[in-house]
């Protein structure tokens, strides 16, 4: 009884005397957030924050995406400019945990390539900003055309945020040539619309046949299925090898010249596909209409994986 | 789905009530699984009185990037496809044209516009959902996420989308609804003045929006049906059985449900969905969902406020049961911990467990020392 009474007493110490932040993880955002730019934009009221509670209220159906992403908190703000009383700018700083779950979100939003040369990676237009920087992925929204006004708030909160994780390594593993620009997406789960992939990295590749033909068939893609452990990864491999099988599109295997063993088939949807593994990682080449060109960037691809 | 909505009704409404009721006249009806598996046709039903057939089973590609997806569901025969301006920044709208160009005439699109305040921005925002949708018109165009019953009428929205018909832009007109959606479907009923509504829907949701959802139909209103799964717990902590396809089988047994929209993002998702189609609420399912039920029960707190103050020692359970939902049923750590910072249990757990019995007792069988238990291993 004694020991519960001591107990009690250090529970209470807990509650009511040690800082809340002891135990509060949270990040406090606020910082991020600045109150106005040089050139006049000036945030109107206090910035609201919302958790994985409440970003549903904010941004109703879309927080499934960001939750996928393994977002933590975010806060928003709306900047106004003395010039226009018409003209707003939306800012979003959402956390999302890692860095790799940041460049997610981001690489689900980028629309094409124009960077604007924000954080680790940034999409700008006249109307929109989207970048990431570090476990940070941010949104900045104009109701009027106002790239000049969108870049300064970018611009400052970029330079408010400390984080200085780099991006994810995968990222680089892509082989440059035939890369279609700002293409490279990071999948929480599902990679390549597959359940068994779960996580991992896709990219496109610019078909060297311009026509509208090549256009309307499936993207040439290709994919980095990201495992805990080799073991895991070559199970999907085999899994994946099964699933051509089992449709009858299982084509013969290669010989490759490339130092690792590759299945290959061809899927309704994603056309010819390349698959093989390597370490925890389990790649692929899919849609490209000659092999050969698959085949060497698959190659490249798995060389440059260390 | 919407984690919010999920777990809110599921708390609110995960009761053996729910399901018993649901289940119980069905299983007393004789409906077999043999009969249900025999019609894997597509099922279409009216959308309310706008003349629109859709298949029951529909697609939110809300999440979906994956060209392949999008195609697979049209090549199973899914006609009705939802999208937003906002959703991905409205990278998702393009994605949805360009995957469904060149088969205009086969498919069904519905997309939402945020109310701003100006006219001009409503109408700038339909008319790039057009141009990335690489269409001249929508069929069903909403207004996103309406909050309050006051707004479903509100009379600058009502001419906004009247204009966007008048204009040829929208084929019909509606809005959406997340937060206390029967008083918003009751209000529509009674006005009249909306040919769709998008509502979150599930078998956690209360009779009180069954019933919104039924007047809001027999005002001819297309319901659409969104959140259908409400989150679902894992299949392979569940001796492998998957809730999915009992649950939107649920929402399709409501007949004023025009269609379902699951949100997919895998071509097994979808497939599993779409096979719901032409299939009955089973006996199979009634034992899943009873299954899920019994899983439920004595797992899951249903926050019915019951344990209050039992605890000598006023620590709160209600917190701790709601920690262990999200990790155990959500399979989301990162919540659970939060949710025991927020509450200050993480100390409180320790304690807990010390405790050589635990005088909290559950009407609905919930271990509740086991639960902190359970906790305090993952968290110690």
Known sequence: MRRRNWMVLIYLFVCFLVPRHVFTQTSNMEPLVPKETPDGWIARGAPQTFTKETLFEHINGQADLFLQYGFEGS??????????????IDLDIYDMGAV????GVFSRFRQDDRPGGIGLDSYLDDRYAFFYKGKYFVALQATESSSDGIKQIARTVESRIVDSSPPPKEIGYFPKRGLKPGSIEYYPQGLMGRQFLKRGFKATYVKPDKTEAAAEGPDSNLFIAVFPNPEEAESAFRSFKEVLIK??????????????EPARGEDAYQGKLIIAHKGPYLIGAAGFEKEKDAESLLAELSASIK | MSKKIGRRTFVKGATSAVLGLATAPLLSAGHSYAAATKNRALDYRNLGKTGLRVTSVSMGAMNCSDPAVILRAF??????????????????E????????????????????????????????VETSLKSLRTDYVDVLLAHSLKTPDEVCDPPLLEFLQAMKKEGKARFTGFSTHTDMAPLLRAAAKAGCHEVALTSYNFTHSNELKEAIALAAKAGIGVVAMKTQAGGYKAHNMGGLSPHQAALKYVLMDQNVSTAIPGVTTIEQIEECVSVMGTEFSRKDSRALQQYDSYLQG??????????????????????????????????????EEALREGGLLQAAKRCSECSSCSIVCGRGVDVRAQVELLKRVFA
Not at chain 2, 101 to 111: E, H, S
């Open chain 1, 247 to 260: 449709k009858g599109s299982a084509h013969a295997p290669l010989s490759p010249q490339t130092g690792f």
């Open chain 1, 75 to 88: 806060i928003f703000a709306v900047y106004g400019n003395n010039k226009s009383s018409q003209e707003k």
């Open chain 2, 299 to 336: 797992r899951i707190c249903t926050m019915c406020g019951g344990c209050e103050g039992e605890c000598p020692y006023g620590v709160n359970h209600t917190d701790f049961m709601r920690a262990a939902m999200y990790y155990d049923g959500y399979e989301n750590k990162n919540l659970a």
């Open chain 2, 75 to 92: 090549d199973l025969g899914v006609n009705f496809f939802d999208t937003a301006r906002r959703y991905m920044g409205g990278r998702n």
């Open chain 2, 94 to 125: 393009e994605i949805v044209g360009k995957v469904l160009q060149g088969k205009r005439d086969k498919v069904l699109i519905q997309t939402k516009v945020r109310m701003a305040a100006g006219e001009r921005e409503n109408r700038e925002s």
């Open chain 1, 100 to 103: 790799v779950q940041a460049f």
